[in-house]
Nanobody, 115 residues
Framework: QVQLVESGGGLVQAGGSLRLSCAASGSIFSIKPMGWYRQAPGKLRELVADISSGGSTNYAASVKGRFTISRDNAKNMVALQMNSLKPEDTAVYYC?????????WGQGTQVTVSS
């Protein structure tokens, strides 16, 4: 059973930056695509960025050009660099596999962007 632990969230002003990290356990991490998801109050969880085992990336239109996802397979880690943050980026951010196994969500990490 793979475990995922997110960290790095916080409170920042609009235009600021944060770097989120996700530490994973398990022997199959290196062959699985990974994603960063977020959920704002009253809204559904959405995928904002994903990365394949080989490093190919995709981004939601709302974050493209501002966020960068990366992974280090040797260390079982995935990161999300968030620049030029906007108040609408405020959400709880989660990392998970793509697609996410049912019931696999952790606590996530809160990102709050003030205006």
């Amino acid at each position: 059973q793979v475990q995922l632990v997110e960290s790095g969230g916080g409170l920042v002003q609009a235009g600021g930056s944060l770097r989120l990290s996700c530490a994973a356990s398990g022997s199959i991490f290196s062959i699985k695509p990974m994603g960063w998801y977020r959920q704002a109050p009253g809204k559904l969880r959405e995928l904002v960025a994903d990365i394949s085992s080989g490093g190919s990336t995709n981004y939601a239109a709302s974050v493209k050009g501002r966020f960068t996802i990366s992974r280090d397979n040797a260390k079982n880690m995935v990161a999300l660099q968030m620049n030029s943050l906007k108040p609408e980026d405020t959400a709880v951010y989660y990392c998970n596999f793509l697609p996410p196994p049912l019931g696999s969500w952790g606590q996530g990490t809160q990102v709050t962007v003030s205006s």
